[in-house]
């Protein structure tokens, strides 16, 4: 049985910064690629960022436009987890953050593609 446990999220003013960490437990010795998605009620879960499980190479982490230069996914494969720094925030980013597992290698950026996902962890950014 896996299991994703996201922590770090809460409230923070404009500009400032979050740490989301992204622990996973159980069968993980195989994890392709990590992601974190994103979702506002009543929309539909977006794609922030992926990375694969080699970042030795180019092109092993992907962003959303919109987070690109502001947020940094990086992954620590010795511990099964996957974090998201998320620098200059904006009111625009407040949202669930879910974290999401694959055990296919290369970047994937669908809902679809993704296994196994935590339970989600609340980011709110005031004006």
């Known amino acids: 049985q896996v299991q994703l446990v996201e922590s770090g999220g809460g409230s923070v003013q404009a500009g400032g910064s979050l740490r989301l960490s992204c622990a996973a437990s159980?069968?993980?010795?195989?994890?392709?690629?990590m992601a974190w998605f994103r979702q506002v009620s009543g929309k539909e879960r977006e794609f922030v960022a992926c990375?694969?499980?080699?970042?030795?190479?180019?092109?092993?982490?992907l962003y959303n436009d919109s987070v690109k230069g502001r947020f940094t996914i990086s992954r620590d494969n010795a511990k099964n987890t996957v974090y998201l720094q998320m620098n200059s925030l904006k009111p625009e980013d407040t949202a669930v953050y879910y974290c999401a597992a694959t055990w296919i290698n290369g970047i994937q950026t669908t809902t679809n593609a993704y296994n196994y996902w935590g339970q989600g962890t609340q980011v709110a950014v005031s004006s």
């Open positions: 990375i694969a499980r080699s970042t030795r190479s180019v092109g092993s982490v």
């Open positions: 159980g069968r993980t010795f195989s994890f392709g690629a």
